[in-house]
């Protein structure tokens, strides 16, 4: 399991840099100019400066490995000096000395580039951590919900199949699975907060929690995008949970098993369970990047400052870094969790050996 492992962590870096190219050539032939906004008043000279200050007047593969540099190698610099510079290792350095190098030429310390974002000048991932918080608590919980509903829900479905529970469950889930996001959200919002104003319709990213007034306030602003989320990954693994278990329920160690003498609750719960969790373990894993990027309409519908808003504004903005860093953070999770299926595989069925 460690070589398959390692192996694979070394197959990710070809896989990543072939995704890094196509994100950064589809973008650079996306229409828009950062100094398009620029005002007209603006002598010529100085919008050649800005476009130099951006990295625009370098060649094209100079600005890919400039990009590559900063995204591997100084962003996480910058990390590691923020993580570490109260403790007793690198507490010593002063905060005027984060994320430098030292320049040859100049014989001196500098800050290093990072990469900027177009619209708001700020480094890119600053504005990124500062908006996974709100992601992770809308996007993260509403996910989790999910899985927590989904599989006794296809496991009992499936042992029960064709009976009303399971015909109202697949009614149900196939309305959650195909109704979309961005319809769902504003029929939740007239229901609940328009008409009976139960809940808020707009998610309030400024709010703190410090008694339990605000911790109620909270949970009551996180139950409509949660719910939204959570309706389709309710749908689509609870279909998945049931098919798998349909498949197992079947299988000749199931009637070796009941013909042992095992009782009904362990032949279920961990013979069939633990073999059907395989192709549901792929759909679990590989839909922790989807979630997050179908968080975006769900985000820009209830006003959640996370990642998937930042995403829109970016498009809209033509912020071509901060797009590209976006989308590659997406890619790196697609090859981070698929790599975790594969490991979770071996770990579920003693028959997978990867060694």
Do not use: C
């Amino acid at each position: 399991m460690l070589t398959f492992t390692i192996r694979r962590l070394i197959l990710s870096i070809p896989t990543l840099l072939f995704i890094s190219i196509v994100i950064f050539a589809l973008l650079q032939l996306a229409p828009g100019d950062p100094m398009a906004q620029v005002p007209l008043t603006v002598p010529p000279e100085v919008k050649q400066k800005m476009r130099e200050a951006l990295g625009l007047g370098a060649p094209v593969h100079i600005q890919y490995l400039k990009w590559l540099n900063q995204f591997f190698i100084v962003e996480p610099q910058f990390l590691i000096d923020w993580m570490t510079r109260n403790s007793f290792l690198f507490g010593w350095l002063p905060d005027t000395q984060l994320g430098m190098v030292y320049d040859v030429e100049l014989e001196k310390l500098v800050p290093q580039q990072r990469n900027i974002s177009w619209q708001t000048r700020s480094p890119i991932m600053d504005i990124v951590i500062q908006r996974i918080p709100q992601t992770l608590w809308v996007v993260g919980l509403a996910y989790l919900v999910g899985i927590l509903i989904a599989l006794p829900i296809g496991i009992y479905s499936a042992y029960r199949h064709y009976s009303v529970f399971d015909q109202t469950g697949t009614f149900i889930t196939m309305i959650g699975f195909s109704i979309p996001p961005f319809f769902t959200g504003p029929l939740l919002i007239v229901i609940f907060s328009v008409t009976l104003g139960w809940l808020p319709s707009i998610y309030d990213t400024t709010h703190v929690v410090n008694d339990w007034t605000s911790f109620k306030y909270q949970l009551s602003q996180m139950i409509l995008p949660v719910m939204v989320l959570a309706l389709q990954t309710t749908a689509q693994i609870s279909r998945y949970m049931r098919a798998s278990m349909l498949d197992n329920l079947n299988q000749d160690y199931v009637r070796t098993a009941r013909a042992k003498g095992l009782k009904e609750g362990v032949v279920v719960m961990v013979h069939v369970l633990r073999n059907s969790m395989i192709p549901v373990i792929t759909v679990i894993a590989l839909g922790v990047p989807s979630i997050f990027g179908g968080a975006i309409i769900t985000e820009n519908v209830f006003g959640v400052n996370g990642i998937g808003q930042l995403l829109i504004t970016a498009l809209f903005a033509n912020d071509i870094p901060m797009v590209m860093t976006i989308t590659f953070i997406f890619a790196i999770m697609i090859v981070a969790f698929n790599l975790i299926a594969d490991v979770l595989y071996g770990i579920l069925d003693p028959r997978i050996r990867y060694d």
